[in-house]
């Protein structure tokens, strides 16, 4: 599956302040993202963290954990480094042009975990093309 993604940074321009996340933000376009999400609630509904949808783009962010970019290699998603500005996770999403699909919650663990979440891209990804050869 072909996308263009933007590199540019997922976090708030503004300076890091308490109660900043620092998170890595895993990109991938929004049908393939709509599928995981459900593939992650299925599972189990504490297995997937906050998502972003940038409207702009039609793609979804889903928040992992830092460090997580240096071995992200799943075709058709990128992993963006916050480069330590952090990310307010407050009720306003933190990118511009973009909504909370799953806003945060109060739990101490807000990213999805990345090894779970491979797994559900890659579930969502042969869903998507057995539908698409079905049409």
């Given at each position: 599956?072909?996308?263009?993604?933007?590199?540019e940074?997922?976090?708030?321009?503004?300076?890091?302040?308490?109660g900043?996340?620092?998170?890595?933000?895993?990109?991938?376009?929004?049908?393939q993202?709509?599928?995981?999400?459900?593939i992650?609630r299925?599972?189990?509904?504490?297995?997937v963290?906050?998502?972003?949808?940038?409207?702009d783009?039609?793609?979804l962010?889903?928040?992992?954990p830092a460090?997580?970019?240096?071995?992200?290699?799943?075709?058709g998603?990128?992993?963006?480094?916050?480069?330590?500005?952090?990310?307010?996770?407050?009720?306003?999403?933190?990118?511009?042009?973009?909504?909370?699909?799953l806003?945060?919650g109060?739990?101490a663990?807000?990213?999805t975990?990345?090894?779970?979440?491979?797994?559900?891209?890659?579930?969502?990804?042969?869903?998507?093309e057995a539908?698409?050869?079905?049409?």
């Amino acid at each position: 599956m072909e996308t263009s993604q933007s590199n540019e940074p997922c976090t708030s321009p503004l300076p890091p302040t308490s109660g900043d996340t620092v998170c890595d933000l895993v990109t991938v376009p929004a049908r393939q993202g709509l599928e995981a999400v459900d593939i992650l609630r299925r599972g189990a509904a504490e297995a997937v963290g906050p998502v972003l949808h940038d409207d702009d783009r039609d793609t979804l962010g889903f928040l992992v954990p830092a460090g997580t970019a240096a071995g992200w290699d799943v075709p058709g998603s990128t992993c963006t480094e916050t480069d330590g500005r952090g990310m307010r996770l407050a009720p306003e999403p933190p990118v511009a042009g973009a909504d909370w699909l799953l806003p945060p919650g109060d739990d101490a663990d807000l990213a999805t975990d990345p090894a779970v979440l491979r797994e559900a891209l890659g579930e969502a990804a042969r869903l998507i093309e057995a539908a698409d050869r079905c049409r």
